[in-house]
């Protein structure tokens, strides 16, 4: 008996076996590039910890400089370029003339984001006042905007990273976008060595220069070398995109005119996901100014608050990191694969197989951060010393409590930036901007709350909480107006497989506190005893809440960890054969 005509051969795989093996391949090559930035970026970031410390003023003030780059590029790239322009740049690749659409689309991002690098860098003093709060002093200011005049140019470098990044996602190119990091953080753990010998770890236990003094320390060449190396590094990471471009086939040129109306459907979604994210940043500045004002407000109301033992907002930004690494190592590696997958459903007007990718989506994030959000809870304070082996027992332990705030928001997170990502491909962006108005006010109401009724130490947990809560804001009222949008959404499935991940999670996390208690304690032991200590929690721990979990999600039937998991598990089989 013969095939009939186009039949699928009995051992080819299905198309959804094809879909979930492309998917784990993507995910593995994310994941892997994401994973050494990520451990490359933690060393630099122990680095830095050790150079200028956390609860004191310096840490604080490199932190707002900092944070204004990454601010801008979130209103100006990460939440305009990066999400709308994927479905975009897709759609002109399908066309015959799409290249000179896409030539397009790079030069008005490139020229637009290079002017308003020099307006923002230029209004550096303004932008700090507006972060910062007032009971700064005049020198630590100084310090802020000398810190930030070499900080905010990686604005521009961020958005061609990101822009660039995304003609490589568009063409399935995955690994280059996710490895380009790594030279950033190369270039950055050189910059930090060259500091620590030229001028040595921050002393512990001597109190944080300020007034005048501040200013005699810290260099311009000082300055440079922390903050200016920062920038080298953005640079580097944008610029080293041009190669994997040139062999993949694609080859910028500068085009300024095209016909009438060719980017209108892009002017649409970015108006749109501008104004979302610039509202989303409100929350973001008004966040920062309560974080940053907790030290100062803690010394003023007890004098005898012993020195940097209050968590400001350089301890927030340390929360964040470790709380970042798990959304960026399996959340934003499945969310960058799925997205041009989705995109092709939408375009092909296949709204089934778009719910499907979603529901597979938000089942396979789920099983990972519901997982991550225990781990991080249960041995929040050992990976708060690894990450930080020069920190004070004070300073781990103020970490440690922000990063639990945050954990507990993780998977609403992860579900929020797929669901974010379907939005720009709908091309329905000013749902987005709808729906981060409550988002926005939420962190506001908490963050006001926290200052006005708490003690200035829990401020920033209570910012942390605040941003938690709004996660699950946006995913309840992003979930449900795409519900509504494509007629329904797997719910009962996705639903069934995260009280799943729960089940196998909560006494996979339980298993693992509980094994901390008898082992080395890693806030009050410092130097490398601390550290080795961290090491020992957290490879201990972690196998067994890792054995555990697995074990009972496969009691439990769930395969969703299996999907991402297969490129991996495919090589060791080969290697054992």
């Not at 310096?58 to 100006?76: G, M, Q, S």
């Not at 810190?147 to 990273?161: D, H, K, M, S």
């Not at 080293?240 to 016909?259: E, N, S, T």
Request: one cysteine or more.
């Amino acid at each position: 008996m013969t095939d009939a005509p186009g039949a699928i051969p009995p051992s080819d795989p299905a198309p959804s076996e094809l879909r979930a093996k492309s998917l784990g391949k993507n995910t593995a090559i994310m994941a892997s590039g994401t994973l050494v930035s990520r451990v490359l970026g933690l060393i630099r970031n122990a680095m830095l910890v050790a150079a200028i410390g956390v609860n004191v003023g310096v840490a604080d003030a490199y932190d707002i400089a900092n944070k204004l780059p990454n601010t801008l590029y979130a209103v100006v790239a990460a939440g305009v370029i990066n999400a709308a322009l994927v479905p975009q740049i897709l759609k002109a690749f399908g066309r015959r003339d799409g290249k000179r659409t896409v030539d397009r689309i790079l030069t008005v991002g490139t020229v637009i984001s290079l002017g308003v690098t020099v307006v923002l860098t230029i209004a550096a003093p303004l932008l700090v006042m507006a972060y910062a709060p007032s009971n700064w002093s005049p020198e630590l200011m100084a310090l802020a905007v000398a810190f930030a005049l070499w900080c905010i140019p990686q604005l521009l470098f961020y958005a061609i990273y990101t822009l660039f990044g995304q003609v490589l996602n568009a063409k399935e190119q995955f690994g280059p976008y996710m490895w380009a990091p790594v030279v950033n953080n190369i270039i950055g753990i050189v910059g930090l060595a060259a500091y620590l010998v030229i001028f040595g770890p921050q002393v512990k236990g001597v109190p944080a220069l300020t007034g005048e003094a501040l200013t005699i320390a810290w260099t311009p060449f000082r300055i440079a070398l922390i903050a200016g190396v920062a920038t080298l590094g953005i640079a580097a990471q944008a610029l080293i995109l041009i190669w994997p471009m040139v062999r993949g086939g694609y080859r910028f040129a500068w085009v300024w005119r095209g016909p009438k109306g060719e980017l209108s459907g892009v002017r649409t979604v970015i108006s749109w996901a501008l104004g979302a994210v610039l509202i989303e940043q409100l929350g973001v500045l008004w966040a920062t100014r309560v974080a940053a004002a907790a030290p100062a407000a803690a010394l003023a109301a007890d004098p005898s608050t012993p020195t940097g033992s209050i968590a400001g907002n350089a301890a927030y930004f340390q929360g964040l990191l470790i709380y970042l690494v798990p959304h960026s190592l399996i959340t934003v590696s499945i969310v960058t694969a799925l997205t041009t997958s989705m995109s092709r459903l939408w375009v092909a007007n296949d709204i089934t197989g778009l719910r499907a990718e979603i529901s597979r989506g938000l089942r396979t994030i789920g099983v990972f951060t519901i997982f991550a959000t225990v781990v991080t809870i249960a041995i929040a304070p050992s990976i708060t010393r690894l990450m930080n082996p020069s920190a004070s027992p004070a300073e781990v332990t103020s970490v440690s409590q922000v990063l639990i705030a945050l954990a507990l928001g993780l998977a609403a997170l992860g579900a929020m930036v797929l669901i974010k990502r379907v939005y720009f491909i709908l091309e329905d962006a000013k749902a987005i901007f709808m729906i981060h108005i409550p988002m926005t006010l939420v962190l506001i109401g908490v963050s006001l709350a926290v200052r006005q009724y708490m003690d200035p130490k829990w401020w920033v947990v209570g910012v942390a909480l605040g941003l938690s809560l709004s996660n699950v804001m946006g995913v309840l009222l992003r979930t449900w107006g795409l519900r509504n949008r494509l007629g329904g959404l797997d719910g009962r499935n996705i639903m069934r497989t995260h009280v799943k991940a729960l089940a196998g999670a909560v006494p996979a996390g339980f298993a693992g506190w509980g094994l901390t208690l008898v082992l080395p304690d890693p806030v009050t032991n410092t130097g490398f005893a601390g550290f080795a200590a961290a090491v020992v929690n957290i490879a201990a721990s972690g196998i067994l809440m890792v054995v555990v979990y697995a074990l009972i999600l496969r009691l439990l039937r769930t395969p969703e960890l299996g999907e991402v998991m297969s490129p991996v598990t495919r090589r060791i089989s080969r290697r054992v054969r």
